[in-house]
């Protein structure tokens, strides 16, 4: 799936820019012990969580973009982010129905490829 | 002996019984001469706990154990209780204003030195206030107190389990290890830790479970200064050993 899809598919705010266009896979999870364990890579990361560690380890696992489903997302992760090129996105909704729609955006292309 | 993480009745999840006078009587009988009540972002049975120890010829530390936005459980330290009062009263004011359910989640006693009730805190402790650890951390220094990562190794709460490593820039003089795990072992596991100091305390929510695992140091007095100079091993301060108690 195209980012720029998702960012408008979901209504996204673009904190930061990435420097990959084209995404594979999604995970959600709030607990980053768990997300470095378990999550695909090339992929769009859903969280609460916006300690700066998330950009560490979306680089560590190699996760393109992260969609924060929270209003607030303090200054230095978004320099953090910039400075690593991964998208780091902003959502209103909550992250279980981000997660269905990116979930639902993913099957669609499943079924027309 | 020192241990630094010990809840009352204050805390949902701690017994009934362990109020400031049974923690400091026991603590006394077990040799432990150094203790501080951590409750969930509380301090409430804080003064009686500190006088009692006074009084028993124990050292005290003002604590409380934050429980901060990233759902990270950090210990924090004074030796003023204005100190305390200054950083529970922002932990206190951005915590969810959620009712306790006793049934559920445990009471909430505030005790005095004598055991009577004096009151029971109405909202939930058992809660992340929304601050960041970044900002605890800071209004922490900025009144004189230290923090501490509890648990670090546990699977819930710690900071590991929580943001996924300790941030290299943080300012903890100490990282605390559960009664249950090894230094040596989670060194092996993150090698990234190998030079910080780790303190190892009880968590005690049950009388039996004081001084289940302290720490030995080598202090003058029981002060923030002189944890503060352990944790870089100055002026012959230092840790000497983290132990479990033989039972």
Redesign the interface.
Known sequence: MLIKDVIKLLNLKVYSEGDNLNIEDAYTSD???I??ANAPKNSIWITV?K????V??ASLKEISAIIITEDYI?EEVIKKAKEEKIWLLGSKEDSFTASGKIFKILQDEKIHD | MTDLHIHSTLSPCGSLEMSPKRIVERAKILGINFISITDHNAIKNSIPARNLSKKYGMGYLYGMEVQTEEEIHILTYFDNYSELLNVWNMVYEKLPDIENKPDYFGDQVILDEEENIVGFEEKLLLNSSKISLEDLCKIVQENNGIAIPAHIDSATYGIISQIGFVPHDSFFPFLEISCEHKEKKLIDELSYLKNRKFVSFSDAHYVNEIGKCYTIFELELPTIPELLMASKDLNKRKVTDIARRQT
């Open positions: 607990l980053l012990s997300v470095i969580q300690h700066i560690n998330i560490a380890v303090p």
